[in-house]
């Protein structure tokens, strides 16, 4: 059974560094064709993507936050992790991290998003 798991702080302070993990277990992340993935949903708002690492460790930033946000991955603590500088209250949001898998047809890819953690808040406020 597939499981993941964000974890992190729940208060971050205006300009620090967000970071969240995620563990996973169940698979491995590096199984082909899986993109490990955060997206959070702002208080009232809708989902929004921020970003996966694929199976081969490759990185993909949502042009939104594409300046502030570092994914990374251990392979052997089977876990992948977020990092957002400069954190403002705007980036007060539920963050969730989920496991897709991608179909390629050729000039374009859908992702199916199989397996979510269940999220955790994160507030930014001094």
């Known amino acids: 059974q597939v499981q993941l798991q964000e974890s992190g702080p729940g208060l971050v302070k205006p300009s620090q560094t967000l970071s969240l993990t995620c563990t996973v277990s169940?698979?491995?992340?590096?199984?082909?064709?899986?993109?490990w993935t955060w997206i959070r949903q702002p208080p009232g708002k809708g989902l929004e993507w921020i970003g996966h690492i694929t199976y081969s460790g490759g990185t993909y930033d949502s042009p939104a936050l594409k300046s502030r946000s570092t994914l990374s991955r251990d392979t052997n603590k089977k876990q992948f992790t977020l990092q957002l500088t400069s954190v403002t209250p705007e980036d007060t949001a539920v963050y969730f991290c989920?496991?897709?898998?991608?179909?390629?047809?050729?000039?374009?890819?859908?992702?199916?998003?199989?397996?979510w953690g269940q999220g955790t808040q994160v507030t930014v406020s001094s």
């Open positions: 169940g698979t491995s992340i590096t199984a082909d064709y899986t993109y």
């Open positions: 989920a496991r897709a898998t991608g179909y390629d047809f050729g000039d374009y890819r859908l992702y199916e998003y199989e397996n």
